[in-house]
């Protein structure tokens, strides 16, 4: 992996790598490109406040923010501050924000602008002693490069991270539910997103497509710390993830398979809009392709048209580097599949549950749920059907108890509640969910 942890990593690029962007957003401002100096000097500003605002060494916090990069980098400033994170997107209520404080004992809320005031009235209602922390919005871009400039106490608890260390927290279940709250060490961050990066464009991708809430497992495996964990750059999809991709143009785009459709109708209705009797031809040929239209002269006309356009044009005109589009947390739609397939864009699907970081396997469309392992992640299928998961990508233990403890582990495997078999190539097979796996089961991804 090399490096112990996610605060480290971020050090050791802001050092090596200071000016290359680290992520791409849209916020309502306009397009904003921030480098891994900016990651570095924003996470490390807000950690050294939390210390000394009192946060412990190994507090928990809550980033309560829609996506944005304050929000990320939130993430990684509680890390840096030696604590764990749990992402939290609105719409959530006052009631259910203070469960989620009293259950993680959280020590701080950090809150965007306009959710101060639901984080003040939470804190109150959960009755602990919570710091509240306001999330400014971050300008990308310093006129030189920061220095270290570390306080004491903070440089104390960076040297204390390593990959066994609690950096994030995740929700395994629905709010209000009974669902308990898995504890992600550093190990499982930056080695599933490795894995997932060498396993969708072999570790070299430029960018990749954040479309989706980013506090999603999912999205943040497969779109968030697969890019940083690899060097590359992540896109901050935000209210118009195709705007994004026109602008960095990424070669791997990530989504949750839900959104998957409204992308792509978004994508034709963008080819319609565009260069005129080209497009048209364009259009007919990623249609013709999606729909296998047959017989009859006006399809013959219509495919001869869109043959003289060639696929070259079709990509040119939707704007494409991209080359993979991986969809999660349920099956793919079809007519999509075939859509992208059109314009050369491979679609892969992720499962896996939170807990694993939400990706353990890759597969494709065309297969039953489930997929190859990621690299180092192990899954085996017990005697009464259910699938376990190993590797360095699973959870800590669940909050409030120790590995050795952990009713979800076993000799280090994660029980998910889902039911499945191995297939003759060594690929999981998921059938379903088993009868009743209790509250600590996980939610399949794909």
Not at 146 to 165: Q, S
Not at 281 to 296: D, L, Q
Not at 358 to 363: D, F, K, P, S
Request: hydrophobic share 50%.
């Amino acid at each position: 992996m090399g490096h112990r942890s996610l605060p480290h990593l971020v050090r050791s690029f802001a050092r090596l790598y200071g000016p290359k962007p680290v992520l791409t957003a849209l916020p309502p401002s306009g397009l904003a490109e921030y480098t891994w100096l900016d990651l570095h000097d924003a996470a490390w500003g807000v950690a050294k406040g939390l210390v000394a605002a009192g946060f412990p060494a190994d507090g928990t916090a809550i980033v309560l923010s829609a996506d944005s990069p304050e929000a990320l980098f939130a993430e990684v400033a509680v890390q840096v501050a030696g604590g764990a994170a749990l992402a939290v997107a609105p719409p959530i209520g006052v009631e259910e924000l203070a469960a989620e404080i009293a259950a993680t004992g959280c020590s701080a809320v950090l809150a965007s602008e306009p959710l101060t005031g639901l984080a003040a009235a939470a804190a109150g209602v959960s009755g602990r002693p919570v710091a509240e922390w306001q999330l400014d919005p971050i300008a990308p871009g310093r006129p030189e490069p920061g220095a270290g400039d570390d306080t004491p106490e903070l440089e104390a608890r960076l040297d204390r991270l390593g990959p066994e260390v609690a950096a994030a927290i995740v929700r395994a279940g629905a709010p209000g539910a009974g669902g308990r709250h898995a504890v992600l060490p550093h190990r499982a961050l930056l080695g599933t997103g490795a894995a997932v990066a060498r396993a969708l464009a072999a570790g070299e991708a430029d960018a990749w497509l954040l479309a989706g809430p980013a506090t999603h497992p999912f999205v943040r495996a497969a779109g968030w710390w697969a890019p940083l964990a690899s060097c590359g750059h992540a896109v901050l999809g935000g209210p118009d993830p195709l705007e994004a991709a026109w602008a960095a143009r990424p070669r791997v785009a990530t989504c949750l398979a839900a959104d998957l459709p409204a992308f792509v109708e978004r994508l034709l209705a963008e080819v319609g809009a565009t260069r005129g009797l080209q497009a048209t031809f364009a259009r007919w040929a990623v249609e013709g392709a999606a729909e296998g239209e047959k017989g009859g002269i006006g399809a013959r006309i219509r495919r001869a048209l869109a043959a003289a356009a060639g696929p070259e044009l079709v990509r040119q005109v939707v704007g494409g580097a991209m080359e993979c589009m991986v969809a999660g947390w349920g099956p793919a739609d079809g007519t999509a599949v075939r859509v992208l397939a059109a314009l050369g864009v491979e679609v892969r699907t992720a499962w896996g549950p939170p807990e694993a970081c939400g990706v353990a396997t890759l597969g494709r469309p065309s297969e039953p749920p489930g997929g190859r392992p990621l690299d180092g992640t192990v899954v085996s299928v017990d005697e009464k059907g259910e699938i376990g998961i190993a590797g360095p990508g699973i959870m800590f233990s669940w909050l409030g108890t120790s590995p050795e403890v952990n009713p979800a582990l076993e000799g280090g495997v994660l029980r998910t509640g889902e039911a499945g078999r191995i297939g003759a190539d060594g690929s999981l097979i998921v059938t379903g969910r088993m009868g009743d796996a209790g509250p600590g089961a996980g939610v399949g991804a794909g």
